[in-house]
């Protein structure tokens, strides 16, 4: 049974990327899904890179880690920080969903867009109903 899904969110940096994998590497077992979302801008996509981990235990709360927004893709060239992530989630046995979203901006508040891309995980069963 979840109670709560929530998104946590981590810096846009090469550091924080790495925690994201990091926490893909130490919770391989608790791994549900990971996720690419990519949001267009005029210079190419903003992508947001995320991974959401089991209920620890006999909790209730699914955590969402997310890299919101730091990576400009403009053309078929992968970045190094997408390229990191893809790699540690294929190791840890998920492949990324790519999955085109909003930008962030268009939301007033950035609750407003994580309670969207949970709809949007939940309407494609990529994240459980709650119960």
């Excluded at 620890?56 to 927004?69: D, L, S, T």
């Excluded at 840890?92 to 995980?121: D, M």
Aim: proline share 5%; with cysteine; aromatic share 10%.
């Amino acid at each position: 049974m979840i109670l709560n899904q929530q998104f946590i969110e981590l810096g846009e940096g090469f550091g924080d990327i790495y925690e994201l994998c990091e926490l893909i590497n130490t919770n391989s077992s608790r791994l549900h899904r990971t996720f690419i979302l990519a949001a267009p801008t005029p210079s190419g996509h903003a992508l947001s890179l995320a991974v959401a981990l089991e209920p620890a235990n006999e909790g209730f709360f699914m955590p969402v880690y997310i890299c919101r927004e730091g990576i400009i893709q403009n053309d078929a060239t992968k970045s190094k920080r997408r390229l990191l992530f893809e790699e540690a989630a294929e190791k840890a046995g998920s492949i990324p969903v790519y999955i085109e979203v909003k930008h962030s901006t268009e939301f007033a508040e950035r609750v407003l867009f994580f309670q969207y891309v949970t709809g949007i995980l939940r309407l494609n069963h990529l994240l459980p109903p709650l119960r």
